[in-house]
């Protein structure tokens, strides 16, 4: 037992969530999980500072009904503690870390997809020629719409794109 509780003192809660990268629900129910934690240790600390030994001879000598005195000591003897299964708790907490690791795997699985795509992205921005370079064939080769567009405007007798003039004013002045 007591190299389970070295054991659950070395853990150090910020490294373990910095280090696997973990947010939303995972960090926060290993937040809950890290209170809980504390807490407990902090009961257990508590109750094992309090005496556990009742000095019944100080009792006899303070009060004056010695047969209440001894009454207690029988009890106080005879007493068991009650044993707690705790396999439902331990249950509970690898049900928990199941759910973690799960959850984990599933967010390591959306962050790596998110890099190569991210990747990829910045591979085309470091590939792409300058915008002076570029020809209209190619525009409309990667982008078929703006031709579908164009043609459109053209064919309704429209030769300015909408919203142009508001955003780059008009040029015919000068």
Same mark, same amino acid.
């Given at each position: 037992?007591?190299?389970?509780?070295?054991?659950?003192?070395?853990?150090?809660?910020?490294?373990?969530?910095?280090?696997?990268?973990?947010?939303?629900?995972?960090?926060?129910?290993?937040?809950?999980?890290?209170?809980?934690?504390?807490?407990?240790?902090?009961?257990?600390?508590?109750?094992?500072?309090?005496?556990?030994?009742?000095?019944?001879?100080?009792?006899?000598?303070?009060?004056?009904?010695?047969?209440?005195?001894?009454?207690?000591?029988?009890? &106080?003897?005879? &007493?068991?503690?009650?044993?707690?299964?705790?396999?439902?708790?331990?249950?509970?907490?690898?049900?928990?870390?199941?759910?973690?690791?799960?959850?984990?795997?599933?967010?390591?699985?959306?962050?790596?997809?998110?890099?190569?795509?991210?990747?990829?992205?910045?591979?085309?921005?470091?590939?792409?020629?300058?915008?002076?370079?570029?020809?209209?064939?190619?525009?409309?080769?990667?982008?078929?719409?703006?031709?579908?567009?164009?043609?459109?405007?053209?064919?309704?007798?429209?030769?300015?794109?909408?919203?142009?003039?508001?955003?780059?004013?008009?040029?015919?002045?000068?």
């Amino acid at each position: 037992m007591a190299s389970g509780r070295s054991a659950a003192l070395k853990i150090d809660w910020t490294k373990l969530s910095t280090s696997l990268g973990l947010k939303g629900q995972t960090a926060t129910s290993l937040q809950a999980f890290k209170k809980r934690n504390d807490d407990a240790r902090r009961k257990m600390q508590q109750l094992s500072a309090q005496p556990e030994s009742v000095d019944f001879a100080h009792f006899r000598f303070v009060l004056k009904n010695q047969g209440i005195v001894d009454e207690i000591e029988n009890h &106080f003897k005879a &007493f068991k503690p009650v044993t707690y299964d705790v396999s439902n708790q331990i249950k509970s907490i690898e049900a928990f870390e199941a759910e973690a690791i799960k959850n984990a795997e599933e967010t390591k699985g959306k962050v790596d997809m998110e890099l190569k795509d991210l990747d990829k992205t910045l591979k085309n921005i470091e590939e792409a020629r300058p915008f002076d370079e570029i020809t209209v064939d190619e525009v409309v080769a990667a982008r078929p719409d703006i031709e579908e567009r164009t043609v459109q405007l053209v064919s309704k007798g429209r030769w300015s794109v909408p919203g142009y003039k508001e955003k780059f004013g008009d040029l015919s002045v000068l």
